[in-house]
């Protein structure tokens, strides 16, 4: 059974950081590329950013370009998203998948993580 289990979200202010985690498990973690994706309330879903599996080639959303860094660790089933510079638009509950497409909606997966940047 696939599980995501996001963390490392809360509170932050303009300007801080966040670092967030996703520990994976239910499926060949090393074998998929992963993305992270965001939505708020009356927004549309957006994928922020994605890894390759073996990590080589990231790729993200021009909204965060520059200000957010993926990685991931095969080892450790994990995958991560680092957050500095921090926006209150960057508000959202936050959502790994072993999908380079936006997706928020994980269903069982996982429940998503919630980031709340003040001004």
């Known amino acids: 059974q696939v599980q995501l289990v996001e963390s490392g979200g809360g509170l932050a202010q303009a300007g801080g950081s966040l670092r967030l985690s996703c520990a994976a498990s239910g499926f060949r973690f090393s074998g998929y590329a992963m993305g992270w994706s965001r939505q708020s309330p009356g927004k549309e879903c957006e994928l922020v950013a994605a890894i390759t599996s073996i990590g080589g080639i990231t790729n993200y959303a021009d909204s965060v370009k520059g200000r957010f860094t993926i990685s991931r660790d095969n080892a450790k089933n994990t995958v991560y998203l680092q957050m500095n510079s921090l926006k209150p638009e960057d508000t959202a509950v936050y959502y790994c998948?072993?999908?380079?497409?936006?997706?928020?909606?994980?269903?069982?997966w996982g429940q998503g993580t919630q980031v709340t940047v003040s001004s």
């Open positions: 998948m072993p999908s380079v497409q936006a997706m928020c909606d994980p269903g069982s």
